[in-house]
């Protein structure tokens, strides 16, 4: 196949790209943006050694004239291309608008267009994949999962939007019958994560024994997905999944994030022991996220049953090839760091750009 991946150079994008090309034939052309969590330096590796089925292509999805240049004699689009961070959505819930729904429709409407240019056999082949989350789903209480029946119930600007552009391509499939698939996952930590993110924002700075804020009383739940098994199922879902169906993907993990921030303390205390004694001493309590969502639980039996994927990694398991992976890697993220991210808290604020 020919797979046009949005937001392949970001963390679950580009961890799907690096699976596709290993373990396959395929050709990928990625299309990135390259805003802040994009890093191609990600896919440098990549790029090299598997030049003859690589291309990349520097663009926004908003833009057409480029989205039309790019997508043709494509298979399937895979679309990951967002804004992601909830923190910076209660700031800026503009870019999030832009990105996720003006972006969203813009992909949509030319992909339309591609698909409709096909003859009958390659329609028949051709799929647009959209990759969302399950925070569409709002928040949950003590008890239950988050099925694909769910009714949506999203609580800050980032699920909004998100939760807009599913919308949007549900229409395009019941509209115009262009073959759509969805998959809403849970919470994904595994390597090249931006270093915004919780786990690679502990473990930094863990790493530099510098104070670690948890939000709130620290119980809000999370259930955690490590990215390879998050990748695993997407390819599942796009080979084997029904058109016009959602299917939610999770790790069956859930932690509460004090508890994450522990199991983090604990692993780089016995992969990097520091004399100044055990990081757990530096976990604080800060003022909590604005509309903090207090659980999330996934319900990944429909994927489990129609097409045989269940996570292969224990939160355990995952969390400690992570941690080893931001170890030995540190230039990645250093890198990161010295070209001008700084680690510090947003989404506070209450008047949004």
């Known amino acids: 196949m020919k797979l046009f991946v949005t937001g392949g150079a970001g963390f679950i994008g580009s961890n799907y790209v690096r699976w596709v090309l290993a373990n396959s034939d395929d050709e990928v052309t990625v299309y990135d943006a390259l805003t802040y969590a994009g890093n191609l330096a990600t896919l440098e590796d990549v790029k090299r050694q598997y030049e003859k089925r690589f291309r990349f292509v520097h663009a926004n999805i908003c833009d057409l004239v480029p989205l039309e240049a790019a997508m043709a004699a494509h298979d399937a689009v895979v679309h990951f291309a967002a804004e992601s961070h909830v923190d910076r959505s209660i700031d800026g819930p503009g870019d999030f608008i832009q990105t996720n729904v003006v972006g969203t429709f813009t992909l949509l409407q030319?992909?339309?267009?591609?698909?409709?240019?096909?003859?009958?056999?390659?329609?028949?082949?051709?799929?647009?994949?959209?990759?969302?989350?399950?925070?569409?789903?709002?928040?949950?209480?003590?008890?239950?999962?988050f099925s694909e029946d769910t009714a949506y119930a999203p609580n800050s600007p980032y699920s909004a939007s998100k939760a807009a552009s599913d919308h949007l391509v549900r229409?395009?499939?019941?509209?115009?019958?262009?073959?759509?698939?969805?998959?809403?996952?849970?919470?994904?930590?595994?390597?090249?994560?931006?270093?915004?993110?919780?786990?690679?924002?502990?473990?930094?700075?863990?790493?530099?024994?510098?104070?670690?804020?948890?939000?709130?009383?620290?119980?809000?739940?999370?259930?955690?997905?490590?990215?390879?098994?998050?990748?695993?199922?997407?390819?599942?879902v796009l080979e084997r999944g029904r058109i016009g169906e959602t299917y939610n993907v999770g790790g069956r993990n859930e932690r509460t994030n004090l508890q994450v921030v522990e199991t983090i303390c604990a692993l780089l205390d016995r992969a990097a022991p520091s004399d100044r004694g055990?990081?757990?001493?530096?976990?604080?309590?800060?003022?909590?996220?604005?509309?903090?969502?207090?659980?999330?639980?996934?319900?990944?039996?429909?994927?489990?049953?129609?097409?045989?994927?269940?996570?292969?990694?224990?939160?355990?398991?995952?969390?400690?090839?992570?941690?080893?992976?931001?170890?030995?890697?540190?230039?990645?993220?250093?890198?990161?760091?010295?070209?001008?991210?700084?680690?510090?808290?947003?989404?506070?604020?209450?008047?949004?750009?």
């Open 110 to 145: 030319e992909t339309l267009r591609h698909w409709h240019s096909l003859d009958r056999p390659a329609q028949a082949e051709f799929r647009f994949h959209h990759i969302s989350t399950d925070e569409v789903f709002g928040s949950l209480g003590s008890t239950g999962l």
């Open 171 to 236: 229409a395009w499939y019941e509209t115009y019958g262009l073959p759509c698939l969805v998959t809403n996952c849970s919470n994904n930590y595994g390597p090249y994560q931006f270093p915004e993110k919780l786990i690679p924002h502990m473990i930094i700075k863990g790493l530099a024994h510098e104070p670690l804020p948890v939000y709130g009383d620290g119980k809000n739940i999370r259930d955690w997905l490590y990215v390879e098994d998050h990748v695993a199922a997407l390819v599942a």
């Open 278 to 353: 055990p990081r757990h001493r530096t976990i604080s309590f800060v003022k909590d996220r604005p509309g903090h969502d207090r659980r999330y639980g996934i319900d990944a039996a429909k994927i489990e049953r129609e097409l045989g994927w269940r996570a292969a990694e224990t939160f355990e398991t995952g969390l400690a090839k992570t941690v080893t992976w931001y170890l030995e890697n540190r230039p990645w993220w250093q890198n990161i760091l010295d070209n001008g991210y700084k680690v510090q808290r947003v989404g506070l604020s209450h008047a949004p750009a």
